[in-house]
Each structure stands twice: as structure tokens, then as C-alpha cells.
């Protein structure tokens, strides 16, 4: 390999620090937030649906640190750091993964990727159609999340359950 090869690894490693640093906030941010509403007495309900795409990305990190030790042990420097770099990229996508396949749902609202949504601003739920099956929750401020079809009959629930006590608060 030559010195672009080199300049290549070097680049996609700095775009993964820069990738793994913003997932790390947003964990952080999702922890500090499911705090907060736990502090205003809120029924807090976590939804996990990320374990085998962690599982997954875990299996093949392995497998990139076994390729990369193999080629360091062959003297090929570059295709060993080359592998230890998407090893890197597996845990970064394992980070992103529980990240935004988790969904806090709360009284008055939910938190996807670390930030804060209330049930108001959703507009539509609709299908998506891509290699992971979900759906496209539409919200007022043009944000979308995804949810799985494990926790979207639950979303559906809170957000019915939330509109039915909107009204009955109008109504009286």
C-alpha cells in the first residue's frame, strides 16, 4: 500500500472519532434526560429493541480484530490497521444502534437519539420500506424517527392514551 492508502485509513479513523463523540453525547444526553423526567415524577417506560443488531455489529467487530491481528502478525501493517479501523466503525454503529433503537416513552411525550419530543408534535406514522422494517414517525418541527414494529404498537398506545386525556381536559 502507498501513502494514499495510509492517508485513506487515517481519514475514516478521524470521521470515526468524530462519529463515535456524537453518539457518546447522545447517550449521555438520553441519560440526563430519562433523569429529569424521573425527578417530575413521570411513568418513565424504556423500549429496547437493539440487541441483535448489537450482537451483530459485535460478531463482526471480532472478526475485523482477528483479520487485523493476522495481518500485523504478517508484517502488512496497513491491512491490519485498515481492519482495526472497521473494527472501530462496528462499535461506533453498535453506539448509534442503542442510540436510536431505544424509545423512553413518557406521560406527556418521548426521547429518541437524546432528544426530547412531545406527542403533539406527531403528525403520521407511516411504513418505511428498507432493509430493517419499521416505520417513519412524522413530527411538526420536519424531524422524523424510526421505530421498530416491536415498539410501535406501544408508541401508538401512549400517544392514543395522551390524546384521550388532551380531550378530556378540553371537555370539561
Not at 37 to 47: C, G, S, T
Request: proline share 1%; with cysteine; hydrophobic share 50%.
Amino acid at each position: 500500500m502507498d501513502i494514499v492508502s495510509w492517508v485513506v485509513i487515517v481519514l475514516v479513523a478521524v470521521f470515526l472519532v468524530f462519529e463515535g463523540k456524537e453518539a457518546l453525547s447522545g447517550l449521555i444526553a438520553m441519560r440526563k434526560n430519562i433523569e429529569q423526567i424521573k425527578k417530575n415524577k413521570e411513568d418513565v417506560q424504556i423500549y429496547k429493541d437493539y440487541m441483535t443488531l448489537v450482537l451483530a455489529y459485535a460478531a463482526f467487530a471480532v472478526l475485523m480484530v482477528v483479520f487485523g491481528v493476522y495481518f500485523l502478525m504478517n508484517q502488512n501493517y496497513p491491512y491490519g490497521f485498515m481492519f482495526f479501523v472497521l473494527a472501530f466503525f462496528c462499535i461506533v454503529f453498535i453506539i448509534e444502534a442503542v442510540l436510536t433503537r431505544t424509545l423512553v416513552l413518557y406521560d406527556n411525550g418521548f426521547l429518541y437519539a437524546g432528544k426530547m419530543f412531545k406527542y403533539r408534535s406527531v403528525l403520521k406514522i407511516e411504513e418505511k420500506k428498507k432493509f430493517l422494517k419499521g416505520y417513519r414517525v412524522k413530527l411538526t418541527s420536519e424531524d422524523e424517527i424510526y421505530v421498530s414494529k416491536k415498539i410501535r404498537p406501544l408508541f401508538e398506545e401512549k400517544l392514543k392514551s395522551f390524546k384521550n386525556r388532551k380531550r378530556g381536559r378540553h371537555e370539561k
